[in-house]
């Protein structure tokens, strides 16, 4: 199974939960790329908001089913806090991405993390 054909069953996971991070998921554009990120990244483009996703991550670090879902909703959290359009208001960048982290694996389900 291609990781496209993954993400999107796992979309489809998180429709059958979760419907309403769901429709904001299909909404973002999916880039697999090694060379993008290392792990998982939200970005916005021209106004379009793409998911970069590392194949290699995914396969090596993201190995449990219930890490692949949350990782995506993790994301998608990330979105819905505007989190990529307040980064850039902080000095230190990298406070932020653990402070917004932090926030965001809140809503996440114990048994999904």
Same mark, same amino acid.
């Given at each position: 199974? *291609?990781? !496209?054909?993954?993400?999107? @069953?796992? *979309?489809?996971?998180?429709? =059958?939960?979760?419907?309403?991070? #769901?429709?904001? =998921? !299909?909404? %973002?554009? +999916?880039?697999?790329?090694? @060379?993008? &990120? &290392? *792990? %998982?990244?939200? #970005?916005?483009?021209?106004? %379009? ?14 190995? +449990?089913? /219930?890490?692949?879902? !949350? ?8 979105? %819905?806090?505007?989190?990529?359009? +307040?980064? @850039?208001?902080?000095?230190? /960048? ?8 932090? =926030?965001? @694996?809140?809503?996440?389900? /114990? /048994?999904? *993390?």
């Amino acid at each position: 199974m *291609t990781l !496209s054909e993954q993400v999107a @069953n796992y *979309t489809i996971d998180i429709l =059958l939960k979760e419907p309403f991070y #769901a429709y904001l =998921l !299909s909404g %973002i554009n +999916k880039v697999f790329s090694n @060379n993008k &990120t &290392t *792990t %998982i990244a939200l #970005a916005e483009e021209d106004g %379009i908001w793409v998911l970069y996703l590392n194949p290699e991550y995914w396969e090596t670090v993201l190995k +449990k089913p /219930e890490q692949r879902y !949350s990782v995506l909703k993790h994301q998608v959290l990330h979105l %819905i806090f505007a989190h990529p359009l +307040k980064a @850039n208001d902080y000095k230190n /960048e990298l406070v932020f991405n653990i402070a917004a982290d932090i =926030l965001v @694996n809140q809503y996440l389900a /114990e /048994e999904k *993390t």
